[in-house]
């Protein structure tokens, strides 16, 4: 006798449908690009974050204090560079924090919580700049050593017993010709700035500030950077003039200078 043995059919597993794989391939292909546009921005946050940690900053200018060099919610942009690795010349335009009493206490009311986390991640990139009512702008007139004065009798500052002609950037009232309307003969510290605003008469400056602890001077550790362009508005777009050349004939602040 013949016996037959039939096997168990083993079920087969159903294969998906041209449709169901299009969709698959579709679902996948829009997860993958997702994630690398997700990459991308992370990329592009962290770039971003790193150079407005190290290298540039932006700010905004909230007063008329450095007219007509800036205006008035001009966005500039600062080179940080310079504090870490370089020295500054006489003439260059700065951005420094407070050094203690220049600015009144803000008075500002506080914002929601989702506006200030948005203006943060804004200011990682660069995009903002909340901090800008706490830092101020201001020209360099006088180095550490320096021995600066106002006014002679045309109107000048001195440096070192050097006049030093500002016609091509201060702004003064109709009618006055002198540099400063308050006299000041100081010599700079060491490790410090004297600083002055272009509007020369409507400028909170180093002269205004002798009566705070630090008599007016800036401490080189307080200073973010230089500025070297405004970026906002489009039409005043443009790299910032430092006029050098205007101190060029400035000597060396001598080593017997008395400190005062």
Not at 60 to 69: A, K, L, V, W
Not at 108 to 113: G, N
Not at 124 to 147: Q, T, Y
Not at 184 to 210: A, C, H, M, T
Request: net charge negative.
């Amino acid at each position: 006798m013949t016996t037959e043995t039939t096997a168990s059919a083993e079920p087969t597993p159903s294969q998906p449908s041209a449709g169901e794989a299009t969709i698959h391939r579709r679902r996948r292909g829009w997860l993958t690009f997702l994630r690398d546009v997700l990459v991308i921005i992370l990329i592009a946050v962290l770039v971003s974050f790193l150079v407005k940690t190290f290298l540039v900053r932006s700010f905004y200018i909230p007063s008329g204090s450095m007219e007509d060099t800036l205006h008035i919610n001009d966005r500039i942009l600062v080179d940080e560079i310079t504090p870490r690795f370089g020295s500054y010349d006489r003439g260059d335009i700065v951005v420094f924090q407070d050094p203690g009493g220049w600015l009144p206490p803000s008075s500002e009311p506080a914002r929601p919580p989702v506006i200030e986390a948005v203006d943060w991640v804004l200011s990682l990139v660069g995009l903002s700049a909340p901090d800008s009512d706490d830092h101020l702008v201001k020209r360099i007139i006088g180095l550490p050593g320096d021995h600066v004065v106002c006014c002679n009798p045309l109107g000048q500052v001195t440096i070192n017993g050097v006049p030093v002609d500002e016609t091509d950037y201060i702004k003064l009232p109709s009618g006055e010709s002198a540099a400063s309307g308050d006299p000041f003969d100081i010599v700079v510290p060491e490790e410090s700035l004297w600083v002055l605003g272009d509007n020369r008469y409507r400028s909170k400056d180093s002269r205004y500030n002798q009566d705070q602890p630090g008599k007016g001077f800036v401490p080189l550790e307080n200073v973010v950077g230089r500025a070297f362009l405004v970026t906002w508005p489009l039409d005043r777009f443009g790299m910032l003039d430092f006029h050098h050349d205007d101190f060029a004939g400035v000597p060396e602040p001598s080593a017997e200078e008395p400190a005062r």
